[in-house]
């Protein structure tokens, strides 16, 4: 019986909100992090950069990991310039075919293969594509916000770029490079399993924002007094 009442309680409460949302005229949808009902592959151009991301081709996705991760290891670890470092990778990627063609030449093996292109053109065209038609749809949202037509998301970027400056104090430029990256390796992934729970949880912290919103613009900010509004003068 207490567990009844107790429920019967929480769906009077629930039925509250929802009647004095209704009553303020207001319709809310339920928002999601990606704004759209598209799927994350799609919303990350469907292509190779796409498919790495998700780790749908679990060799290549693994291995960019592990190189992006060596490459961190030794610029913020070892701390080589870039400069010595491009050097001497050259200089043991060489050494290596030079050795290995005179071997193959004295003991009549074959020798190492050169490909004709390491990383094809396809890659590239994906990658830029993905970053053009991102920036393209960041900037204008940006832009959006930023007139004041959604007050509480646009407090949510402000402050969720303020932290994000705070953070980038305490890290140089490869650790935050590095962390993009592995947010960009397992966020995508993470989502897209995980899609659902996000979507509400992301719903209730926008919903709590709009209402708080509204009962600060309700009891505060409409008792500010204004002046006059001057009417236009038509000729």
Known sequence: MVALEHNISQEGTMAHDTSSDSDNGIIEKPAKLLGHDKPIHEVLGGGKVADMLLWRNTNVSAALLAGMTVIWFLFEIVEYNFVTLLCHISITTMLVLFIWSTI???????GP??????LQDSFFHDLASILHRRFNQLLPMLLHFSRGSDLPV???IIVSLYILSVIGSYFSSINLLYIGFLSMQTLPIVYERYEEEIDNRFGD?????????RRLNKNYLKKIPRGPVKEKKTQ
């Open 104 to 110: 193959a030449d004295i003991l009549k093996w074959k």
């Open 113 to 118: 293969q050169i490909p004709d292109s390491v």
């Open 154 to 156: 646009f407090l949510l």
């Open 205 to 213: 912290i926008i919903k709590f924002l709009r209402k708080t919103y």
